[in-house]
């Protein structure tokens, strides 16, 4: 999740965790702790574009490098605390933070390297977005309470909060799932691997997707007290006549291709209208439309540029607002 939520979440398990008289320095050094995983991004390199990509969420978000992440965390603030804080304090408050945020992002959909070294699996809980204000909103509250009257319980209060908020996620991905079963079986489409996500920043409009004879299928769903469905597009995936046609005799475009197929889960798709860009089908702007909002671009030197594609043009957002209140 964004920055800011990753750093509030921390704050609020270590001052849920401290005494009365430590609870605003708990809070500073959870935050801290909380956002230091995503010091991944600086992983980069201006001759490979999607280093950045292979490591972020990697490592630093895996649960085994959580103490040696919090000890770093630890080191870096000892000697801004060291007059009021133990050491020992300050290592326990700064892997409260940093542990959580592995978990965090692991409940929305871009994939997190939960487990390494032990397995390379990502793990992706699609229990909400990447940015969901309400959810921050649902932690920050309580949070400023508690740091205003620390003697008052209020964070427990706020972890209470965000952990019902995700157990709504839970009920909603149900409640979708249910519903695109229905709809892929009235279609008369085996449809093993299902994926279901909730659109940016609220848990009533979903997007789901299923791949069916090599075609990417997207649908969306409005959960309120009914559930509403909007058919979506459907694109074909991007197969080895299309890699072959794009990569040539380029072995390191293959190896590129390669690396931002595994990125985005194979949900890779080529872009008639613009040649050479290769799309991750996962995200669009609307859940009903398969339009990466991000992807590789070639250029004739064979060498990828990372694109992004996220201009909200009034027609889309009226779309969008439209399936959000589920008309």
């Excluded at 908020?165 to 449809?191: K, M």
């Excluded at 995200?283 to 909002?293: D, F, V, W």
Aim: charged share 20%.
């Amino acid at each position: 999740m964004d920055l800011i939520t990753h750093g509030v979440l921390g704050a609020t398990l270590a001052a849920t965790l401290a005494p009365s008289h430590q609870r605003r320095l708990a809070a500073a050094v959870g935050m801290v702790g909380g956002m230091l995983p995503d010091a991944d991004t600086l992983i980069q390199s201006p001759d490979d574009v999607l280093l950045v990509l292979d490591y972020h969420r990697h490592f630093t978000h895996a649960l085994a490098f959580a103490p040696i992440g919090a000890l770093i965390g630890a080191l870096l603030l000892w000697p801004l605390l060291r007059k009021y804080l133990s050491f020992p304090k300050i290592y326990l408050y700064s892997l409260a933070g940093y542990a959580v945020a592995g978990l965090l992002d692991a409940c929305t959909s871009y994939g997190t390297h939960l487990w390494l070294p032990f397995s390379e699996r990502k793990e992706a809980w699609n229990l909400i977005a990447v940015f969901d204000p309400l959810f921050t909103l649902l932690l920050l509250v309580p949070l400023a309470l508690a740091l205003r009257r620390p003697q008052r319980h209020w964070a427990p209060v706020g972890l209470t909060l965000a952990a019902a908020y995700l157990g709504l996620g839970l009920l909603q991905h149900q409640r979708a799932e249910t519903a695109l079963r229905d709809v892929v079986a009235a279609r008369g489409h085996p449809a093993p691997n299902l994926v279901i996500k909730p659109t940016m920043a609220n848990q009533v409009l979903w997007r789901t997707l299923y791949v069916h004879e090599g075609r990417l299928q997207t649908d969306a769903f409005h959960l309120g007290w009914t559930v509403r469905h909007y058919p979506g597009e459907s694109a074909p995936l991007m197969d080895e006549a299309a890699v072959t046609r794009l990569v040539g005799d380029h072995p390191r475009r293959r190896e590129d291709l390669e690396r931002f197929r595994r990125f985005s889960d194979g949900l890779l798709i080529a872009d008639s209208t613009r040649p050479g860009f290769v799309g991750d089908g996962r995200y669009s702007l609307l859940p009903t439309r398969i339009a990466p909002i991000w992807g590789l671009e070639w250029s004739a030197d064979g060498a990828p540029a990372f694109v992004t594609r996220r201009e909200v043009t009034p027609e889309i957002r009226q779309a969008f607002i439209t399936m959000l209140l589920g008309r």
